[in-house]
């Protein structure tokens, strides 16, 4: 019973450099989301997608890019990492708006 | 577009005490609410839920919280406190019609012995 499941779960990066964080359920979820969280600030969405092939930007999509091909997988791209972009990334999904969304253990992500 | 605000971005209480965690949500129709904890170094995990029916909610590990749409109010409570609560929680809300889950700032609950 896996349900969300995220890698890497830690991983450092220098300045420019490019990486995806892979998001994967097994719960036959429609929506997915991602979200960082910083101290003190909550989470914030920065994408979300509500089908396969059906994506959208949240609150702070600058800097990133999605793409959901299949119901399981929702991939979160940095093409060019930032000092700003140091943060705890979570993915999440939900079977539709009046249930709750299953969140992964999140990926510590650290741009030097 | 719904927000969410959490009074308080610490709260202490003595272990056997009253908790009380307080969040306000903003939103043109009524919304779907929820509680939410973090452990260190986990992901979140569902305390309680609030979508349509009665207004007072019980959840896991004792808590419960109250919809109150003349408030705009979803206040999470606990009688007694346990060292175990020690956690940060967090409060989101929903548009019915629409597909973003939005969060609180989130409020660090400390409980004292």
């Known amino acids: 019973n896996a349900g969300v499941t995220q890698t890497p779960k830690f991983r450092i990066l220098k300045i420019g450099q490019s990486m995806t964080l892979q998001c994967a359920q097994d719960?036959?979820?429609?929506?997915m989301y991602w979200y960082r969280q910083d101290p003190g600030m909550g989470l914030k969405l920065i994408y979300y997608s509500v089908g396969a092939g059906i994506t959208d930007k949240g609150e702070v999509p600058n800097g990133y890019n999605v793409s959901r091909s299949t119901t399981e997988d929702f991939p979160l791209r940095l093409e060019l990492a930032a000092p700003s972009q140091t943060s705890v990334y979570f993915c999440a999904s939900s079977n539709k708006g009046n249930t709750e969304a299953f969140f992964g253990q999140g990926t510590r992500l650290t741009v030097v | 577009a719904q927000s969410v605000t959490q009074l308080g971005s610490h709260v202490s209480v003595s272990e056997g005490a009253l908790v009380l965690l307080r969040c306000n949500y903003s939103?043109?129709?009524?919304?779907?609410l929820f509680w939410y904890v973090q452990y260190p170094n986990q992901g979140l995990q569902l305390l309680l839920k609030y979508t349509t029916g009665a207004t007072l909610v019980k959840g896991i590990n004792g808590f419960e919280a109250e919809f109150k749409k003349s408030e705009t109010s979803f206040h999470l409570t606990k009688p007694s406190a346990h060292m175990s609560d020690a956690a940060e929680y967090f409060c989101a809300v929903r548009d019915p019609y629409g597909n973003k889950l939005v969060f609180g700032a989130g409020t660090i609950l400390r409980v004292k012995s």
């Open positions: 719960m036959n979820h429609n929506y």
């Open positions: 939103s043109s129709v009524p919304p779907y």
